[in-house]
């Protein structure tokens, strides 16, 4: 018997036949196509492939995407998610959020699939407001902004997503840019090979309600000198002749940029991107423009168990032990018969 | 092993009174073991082969400050030679631990009824907690019964002496000198009780050989000690049909009956999600050690993401069930109308407790008909059955996954407290004659589309993520009847709306004509129930029956759809009267659905109908004029 490889499938194999309805320019677009890039790169079946979302702009994706796909409501996707891979562990589920629907709404449900492992490709579009819904304020949205519901400007601090998702416990936390493509499908290869639950933060611009919000890193003139691409096992540096770095302040636990050459500090100064570090991870998630660079790229990885294989351990391990039918289950503890 | 019976003098036999049935309920702290003496208290009896039906009553803390009347948790038994439905109204013997279970239980014990007394337990501070200011042993005020004043801590210390156990340890073994006491009392074995403590000690031999010395010294006091005062008593074996029996709760019954109900429909894997909640969590806890039958349990992070993880599973094609009571089947409202817009069989469990908001979480109540039937936006119909008594659950869970499955649909199965809690002997079915409704996961490609559906019952396709050729996505949003894809037209809407409703509605063509239960099927008066009320009224139409009277019983399972004929059947009678432990839901159902002069008789205190005030409330609607 000889195994046939199936057909490899192209990126355009992973597009739906159905219109894509986002705004003209919405970063969705491009964070689609990558999607739909990394799919074919990592030989994705259609058949075996499911994307989950909940409700809002960013959730609308599966009905873009040529696998399955289940649409639900709005902020429970990573419970559906989560059920669905305890019917079937072999499926790749991948899920799609917003800043709304996973850290507002579906706070509770986003912090307990991280802290239990369940393996999913989870993607957060961040766009810092809610476009759906037409323009009000995020959990995400910077202090002070102007929405139809904050038209004074908001109050409440931000919540920042990465460092929720290592707070939770996550075992893989990764941010990137909707159109930066190259880094995007990077990071998400990187995503989906790990097993238990990845989470990727990628920064996505609402060219309606809150056009340019990430323009201090993500704008071209900006963007070599704002962000940092970080890699395991390279020096943590930035900057358009890659000549600033990070390196732990002295006698502190806080980062400092500084400049090679400059005032006695050397390359072997710079901090180097140890991924499996979570301390590490929880500085770099913390950083933000205009004093630091946005740190980009696989922030945190430390693999483990994920939720269903150890649930599955469970299940292989009590097969076979105590009753094995229902009749015999039924019969379990006293019994009496009654003759005819 | 001492065998001091083959030892002993002979013992004359004692006469014992023959009775029909007999209700006993056993009271005391909640840390004084009465669920446990109350549970053997069963076994014995059962094995006896008496019918007989059980009431566990404990208090909503785990453990609230001893001696408190808000601490008593009380086991009540009624066991019997002919049919037993009920736990019974009032109390033949009552045994009181302390003064807080006498002040809590004395007004159910009948004048003339048996009631034992530690009286080690009746001094001052225990009295006052209570909230006697006089010994009610010593003001009279207990003339009424005959009373057994034993120092029951007393006779265990020295029952116990000999295995050198802690204060704390033997004080702790009082419960089985009870037990033993009660066995006497009714002539019952003691076998069944003895090898359940030498199974649960037996890592502690010590404390198993002392339960069972005091559970002896309990049954020989009674024996020896010439108790004037109390007549022992007899009750024959049940007469009923041949096959073996246990005994079974409304929990075991339902769990077992969710896992041959996936067993029936060919489902390799069920999914159970659930948080925990009050009275609910008993059917997760038992259906988590039955990985072996392909259960996996899930404990999710709150009441909607059990209901959502439920959803996931089917959408997977697992078996998707999720359990709860009434305050959590409020939160996984939204979702229930997701798993009904998606046309996924979803099994959801309400154990029903005493509402609104969080109510009386260890009462029993059905006061959720409303939220099962309607409790949803938008119009979204779904199947809602009920059960009617512990046995019954498991039936109620095979057809409650058969619907789910041969639908597409999620389905409301209305438990409560009571039956969850209460246990009743059970034939154990066979299970080769269980029916068989095999699901068919869609395959083929050809002319798919998420929504095709089954002419007969407008039931979809159940398509399961894997199969090569039927990627699709499906979501919350209405969807178009011949694509599958999002749909806002407005007729389109109209159409998928109704047939929701008419697949809904069309189960009625699928289900059993309603039956009377009991008396003819037409007449001056029914009396129409639902759920756990069953045994009660039944009772007490049989009583009315028995004294010449013109009434019928109809117990009604499916509460949506309604059995086709039930309309028919209803207008048959003058009058109709529907007794339920809220404050008149099916009463306005059949009201609205019928049209039919349908009155309420409604009770909420967290407790079940007494035969005796059902019989003096179908009395009184007999007599009235309209």
Request: proline share 6%; with cysteine.
């Given at each position: 018997m000889t195994a046939t490889m199936p057909t490899p499938l192209k990126p355009s194999d992973f597009e739906s036949d159905q219109e894509v309805r986002w705004c003209p320019g919405c970063g969705d677009y491009a964070i689609l196509k990558a999607v739909q890039r990394t799919l074919a790169d990592v030989g994705a079946r259609t058949e075996n492939t499911v994307f989950v979302s909940g409700i809002g702009c960013s959730s609308r994706f599966p009905y873009y995407v040529s696998t399955y796909g289940f649409h639900t409501i709005h902020?429970?996707?990573?419970?559906?998610?989560?059920?669905?891979?305890?019917?079937?562990?072999?499926?790749?589920?991948?899920?799609?959020?917003?800043?709304?629907?996973?850290?507002?709404?579906?706070?509770?449900?986003?912090?307990?699939?991280?802290?239990?492992?369940?393996?999913?490709?989870?993607?957060?579009?961040?766009?810092?407001?809610?476009?759906?819904?037409?323009?009000?304020?995020?959990?995400?949205?910077?202090?002070?902004?102007?929405?139809?519901?904050?038209?004074?400007?908001s109050l409440d601090l931000p919540v920042t997503p990465s460092l929720f998702a290592l707070g939770a416990g996550a075992r893989f936390v990764a941010r990137s840019v909707d159109t930066q493509q190259a880094h995007l499908v990077g990071v998400l290869k990187r995503a989906h090979a790990h097993r238990g639950a990845s989470f990727v933060e990628i920064f996505q611009n609402?060219?309606?309600?809150?056009?340019?919000?990430?323009?201090?890193?993500?704008?071209?003139?900006?963007?070599?000198?704002?962000?940092?691409?970080?890699?395991?096992?390279?020096?943590?540096?930035?900057?358009?002749?890659?000549?600033?770095?990070?390196?732990?302040?002295?006698?502190?636990?806080?980062?400092?940029?500084?400049?090679?050459?400059?005032?006695?500090?050397?390359?072997?100064?710079?901090?180097?991107?140890?991924?499996?570090?979570?301390?590490?991870?929880?500085?770099?998630?913390?950083?933000?423009?205009?004093?630091?660079?946005?740190?980009?790229?696989?922030?945190?990885?430390?693999?483990?168990?994920?939720?269903?294989?150890?649930?599955?351990?469970?299940?292989?391990?009590?097969?076979?032990?105590?009753?094995?039918?229902?009749?015999?289950?039924?019969?379990?503890?006293?019994?009496?018969?009654?003759?005819? | 092993m001492d065998t001091p019976s083959t030892t002993a003098p002979p013992v004359p036999p004692i006469q014992r009174q023959p009775r029909e049935s007999v209700v006993v309920r056993f009271a005391g702290d909640s840390g004084d073991g009465m669920q446990i003496t109350g549970s053997e208290f069963t076994a014995e009896t059962a094995l006896a082969g008496n019918d007989l039906a059980t009431f566990p009553d404990y208090p909503a803390e785990i453990r609230a400050p001893a001696g408190t009347t808000f601490g008593v948790s009380a086991f009540q038994i009624h066991f019997g030679s002919r049919e037993v439905m009920t736990a019974g109204d009032e109390l033949d013997a009552l045994v009181a631990m302390?003064?807080?279970?006498?002040?809590?239980?004395?007004?159910?014990?009948?004048?003339?009824?048996?009631?034992?007394?530690?009286?080690?337990?009746?001094?001052?501070?225990?009295?006052?907690?209570?909230?006697?200011?006089?010994?009610?042993?010593?003001?009279?005020?207990?003339?009424?019964?005959?009373?057994?004043?034993?120092?029951?801590?007393?006779?265990?210390?020295?029952?116990?002496?000999?295995?050198?156990?802690?204060?704390?340890?033997?004080?702790?073994?009082?419960?089985?000198?009870?037990?033993?006491?009660?066995?006497?009392?009714?002539g019952r074995e003691r076998n069944a009780a003895i090898e359940w403590l030498e199974r649960k000690f037996a890592?502690?031999?010590?404390?198993?050989?002392?339960?069972?010395?005091?559970?002896?010294?309990?049954?020989?006091?009674?024996?020896?000690?010439?108790?004037?005062?109390?007549?022992?008593?007899?009750?024959?074996?049940?007469?009923?049909?041949?096959?073996?029996?246990?005994?079974?709760?409304?929990?075991?019954?339902?769990?077992?009956?969710?896992?041959?109900?996936?067993?029936?429909?060919?489902?390799?894997?069920?999914?159970?999600?659930?948080?925990?909640i009050t009275p609910s969590s008993p059917v997760l806890h038992t259906l988590a050690g039955l990985k072996q039958f392909g259960v996996v349990t899930f404990q999710a992070e709150d009441e909607i993401a059990a209901m959502c993880a439920a959803i996931g599973a089917s959408f997977g094609g697992a078996l998707g069930v999720t359990s709860s009571s009434g305050p959590g089947i409020a939160l996984k409202t939204e979702a229930i109308g997701l798993a009904a817009m998606t046309e996924l069989p979803v099994v959801i469990l309400n154990n029903q407790r005493g509402g609104p908001s969080t109510g009386l979480p260890t009462k029993?109540?059905?006061?959720?008909?409303?939220?099962?039937?309607?409790?949803?936006?938008?119009?979204?119909?779904?199947?809602?059955?009920?059960?009617?008594?512990?046995?019954?659950?498991?039936?109620?869970?095979?057809?409650?996954?058969?619907?789910?499955?041969?639908?597409?649909?999620?389905?409301?199965?209305?438990?409560?407290?009571?039956?969850?809690?209460?246990?009743?002997?059970?034939?154990?079915?066979?299970?080769?004659?269980?029916?068989?409704?095999p699901v068919t996961f869609h395959t083929d490609p050809t002319g798919f589309q998420p929504y095709l559906r089954d002419p007969d019952t407008l039931a979809r396709v159940w398509p399961i993520p894997g199969t090569p050729g039927l990627e699709h996505r499906i979501g919350g949003i209405e969807k178009d009847y011949d694509t599958g894809h999002i749909s806002y037209e407005p007729e389109n809407h109209q159409r998928m709306t109704d047939t929701r409703a008419a697949k809904i509605d069309g189960i009625a063509n699928d289900i059993p004509l309603q039956t009377v239960a009991l008396g003819e099927d037409h007449g001056p008066l029914v009396v129409v129930g639902w759920g756990s009320t069953y045994g009660p009224i039944h009772q007490a139409v049989r009583q009315l029956l028995a004294e010449g009277q013109r009434v019928s019983q109809i117990h009604i399972r499916y509460l949506k759809p309604f059995p086709r004929n039930l309309g028919d059947l209803l207008k048959r009678f003058d009058r109709v009267l529907v007794p339920e432990m809220n404050n008149g839901q099916l009463v306005t159902a059949l009201r609205a659905e019928y049209l039919v002069p349908a009155k309420k008789l409604a009770k909420v205190t967290g407790k079940p109908f007494k035969i005796s005030e059902l019989v003096s409330a179908f009395r009184a609607r007999l007599e009235e004029q309209s």
């Open positions: 902020g429970r996707a990573p419970a559906v998610a989560t059920g669905l891979k305890l019917a079937n562990p072999e499926l790749d589920v991948w899920l799609v959020t917003g800043d709304g629907d996973g850290l507002s709404i579906g706070g509770n449900h986003l912090l307990h699939v991280l802290r239990r492992n369940v393996d999913l490709t989870i993607m957060l579009f961040n766009n810092e407001i809610y476009g759906l819904t037409k323009g009000q304020y995020s959990p995400t949205s910077r202090v002070g902004t102007r929405s139809p519901s904050t038209p004074m400007g609402c060219v309606v309600y809150n056009d340019g919000v990430f323009d201090e890193f993500t704008d071209r003139s900006v963007a070599a000198d704002r962000q940092l691409l970080a890699e395991h096992g390279k020096p943590l540096v930035f900057g358009k002749d890659r000549d600033r770095g990070l390196r732990l302040k002295p006698g502190t636990l806080d980062l400092e940029v500084v400049t090679i050459g400059a005032a006695g500090v050397s390359e072997g100064d710079i901090l180097v991107h140890d991924e499996t570090n979570r301390t590490l991870a929880n500085l770099l998630g913390s950083l933000h423009p205009p004093e630091f660079p946005q740190v980009l790229g696989v922030l945190y990885c430390s693999p483990a168990a994920s939720y269903e294989q150890v649930v599955f351990d469970q299940m292989n391990a009590a097969a076979g032990k105590g009753p094995q039918d229902l009749a015999s289950l039924m019969r379990t503890g006293r019994t009496w018969t009654v003759a005819g | 302390n003064p807080a279970a006498l002040k809590t239980n004395l007004k159910d014990l009948r004048h003339g009824g048996v009631l034992v007394c530690d009286v080690s337990t009746f001094n001052t501070r225990n009295l006052t907690k209570a909230g006697y200011t006089v010994s009610p042993l010593d003001d009279g005020s207990l003339s009424d019964y005959r009373v057994l004043r034993l120092d029951v801590t007393k006779l265990n210390a020295e029952a116990v002496k000999p295995f050198e156990l802690s204060a704390k340890e033997a004080v702790r073994c009082r419960n089985m000198w009870t037990l033993g006491l009660m066995l006497w009392m009714f890592k502690k031999p010590e404390i198993a050989k002392a339960n069972v010395a005091t559970l002896n010294a309990g049954h020989a006091f009674g024996e020896t000690a010439e108790l004037t005062s109390v007549v022992p008593y007899s009750v024959a074996p049940a007469k009923v049909g041949p096959g073996i029996y246990r005994t079974v709760t409304g929990t075991e019954a339902l769990s077992w009956g969710i896992v041959a109900g996936a067993q029936a429909a060919g489902l390799a894997r069920v999914v159970m999600a659930s948080y925990p029993t109540e059905q006061s959720d008909f409303y939220q099962a039937v309607y409790g949803r936006n938008g119009d979204t119909p779904l199947p809602v059955i009920a059960t009617a008594t512990p046995s019954d659950c498991f039936e109620v869970g095979v057809e409650a996954v058969r619907l789910a499955t041969k639908y597409m649909t999620p389905v409301m199965l209305l438990t409560d407290g009571y039956l969850a809690n209460a246990s009743e002997p059970w034939r154990i079915p066979d299970t080769n004659a269980l029916p068989r409704f």
